[in-house]
């Protein structure tokens, strides 16, 4: 971080509440960087999540207080316990900055009628099926026109956030935090990659890996199919998922039922880790703003065959394989040709690391954030 300025208001700091919840979709990595970066600055920050959000991201070690939400909070779950926390949490506080749709719903409820700034970051993009799909417009509708400035991850979140009536929309990439210590050589890191891939059952096989929630809202289905496709490979590689979910039991029963070369992982906290061991990594989502698979990937130098979706093109530019979504064949004839051609993942490698040098750092994502909040306290309500 560069050197710590001065608080901007004065000798009182300024008191920004991040509403985070669940930390999905990237969020919460994003929120524990910028809570970091702000106290850094002098500024008070609150961390609105859940217990089990505020253990894995470490809000408190950044130097935030925090709110604890009910785990399976939310205005539809436990209503009155979450509106009470969030009360408590924003007395006092100068502005409110909300993560995600629901997260920007709770906090246009809490702040109604009140002169307090809302800004509202979208990370991702929702599509769910039935009533909520058909609701979804109506309720992004209500936070785009109730937030004064509302953040988008990519360009066409932005717009999407323009066309439901945002005020003031803006494009605010988000960084994820680069490795303290990136891309170790010699034979430590030699035999740190052995080790990894000894624990995962890959000592003599290619290991491929990705890493994506096990829900309705990340597609498998073509990943595991192109895994059926590989096992007619001479080598036959390993596909290591990390990700946990609602949705694990019925992948597994697929896997054991095709005799698929596929190991779930559950939930991981050392992607970086798995990503230096892999041959490949894979991203097959349906959607995806900056996804934190593909940024760990570059900045690992790992070779990355990712769905041209999204902002996946726009974050990767060269640095990837891209391939359709949904085109299970296209994605494991891209792996496959990876696997067999040394010189070309070599490439990808350096090319990756090149591009990742090129995205805005956690400084700047910082430097962006205040300086909104900062015209905010200035300039007030328009």
Known sequence: MSSTPAPPHGPTAL?????????????GVHVRSLAAGLVARGIRVTVVATPAAAERYGFAAAGALVARLPERGGL???????????????AGADLVHAHGLQCGLMACSTILGQRRPLVVTW?????????????????????????????GATTDLVDGARRRGARDA????IAVPAPRHPH????????????????????????????????????????????RMWQALPEQPLLAVAGEGPARAKLQRRIDAEKLPVRLLGRRDD?????????????????????VLAQEALHAGAPLVATAVGGVPELVGDAAELVPYGDA??????????????????ALAAAGRAQAGTWPTEDDTVTQVLSIYDELMTYGEV
């Open 15 to 27: 008191h920004a509440v991040q509403l985070v919840g669940r930390g999905e979709g990237g969020s």
């Open 184 to 227: 170790p050589g010699g034979d430590g890191a030699a035999l740190r990659k052995q080790q990894v891939r000894a624990e995962l059952g890959a000592q003599d096989r290619p290991l491929v890996l990705t890493a994506a929630p096990l829900d309705a809202s990340t597609t498998h289905e073509p990943l595991l199919e192109a895994a």
């Open 76 to 90: 539809a779950t436990a209503p009155l316990c979450t509106a009470t926390t969030l009360r408590a949490a924003c």
């Open 329 to 346: 064949r296209a994605l494991a004839d891209a792996v496959a040709a990876l696997l067999h051609d040394p010189a070309r993942r070599a």
């Open 170 to 173: 803006r494009l605010a990439p």
């Open 123 to 151: 990370h991702t993009r929702s599509d769910p099926d039935g009533v909520r799909g058909r609701m979804m417009p109506l309720l992004e509708r209500r936070v785009s026109r109730t937030a004064r400035v509302v953040l």
């Open 271 to 291: 992607l970086p880790r798995l990503l230096a061991a892999a041959d490949v990594a894979v991203l097959s989502s349906p959607w995806e703003a900056r996804p």
